[in-house]
Nanobody, 125 residues
Framework: QVQLVESGGGLAPAGGSLRLSCLASGRIIDIINAAWYRQAPEKQRELVAK???????TYSDSVKGRFTISIDNAKHTVYLSMSRLEPEDTAVYSC???????????????????WGRGIQVTVSS
């Protein structure tokens, strides 16, 4: 099985920076596609950024120019670099990734989407 675990969240001042990491563990060949979502209290989950197999990226208007999504497949990690943070960025951030993996016999490959449990980011005003 594949597991995604986010890290790097916490507290930051307005105007500051944080880098979130999403580490994929398991019998992984590659992370194919990935995205970061966030959900603030009493609000719906929002797509923040996504990246495809070609490295093409898409950002929500609210974070465009401030956040950067990337994948380091050598480390099986998806990153979200956040700068010029605003109080409105406060939310639980979750990693979603489509992962190519193999079974225990290494006989079959699977491409499956997984979710991390989420990590809190709080930006003070």
């Amino acid at each position: 099985q594949v597991q995604l675990v986010e890290s790097g969240g916490g507290l930051a001042p307005a105007g500051g920076s944080l880098r979130l990491s999403c580490l994929a563990s398991g019998r992984i060949i590659d992370i194919i596609n990935a995205a970061w979502y966030r959900q603030a209290p009493e609000k719906q989950r929002e797509l923040v950024a996504k990246i495809n197999t070609d490295g093409d990226v898409t950002y929500s208007d609210s974070v465009k120019g401030r956040f950067t999504i990337s994948i380091d497949n050598a480390k099986h990690t998806v990153y979200l670099s956040m700068s010029r943070l605003e109080p409105e960025d406060t939310a639980v951030y979750s990693c979603n990734a489509e992962v190519m993996s193999v079974d225990t016999t290494y006989s079959h490959r699977y491409q499956t989407s997984y979710w991390g449990r989420g990590i809190q980011v709080t930006v003070s005003s």
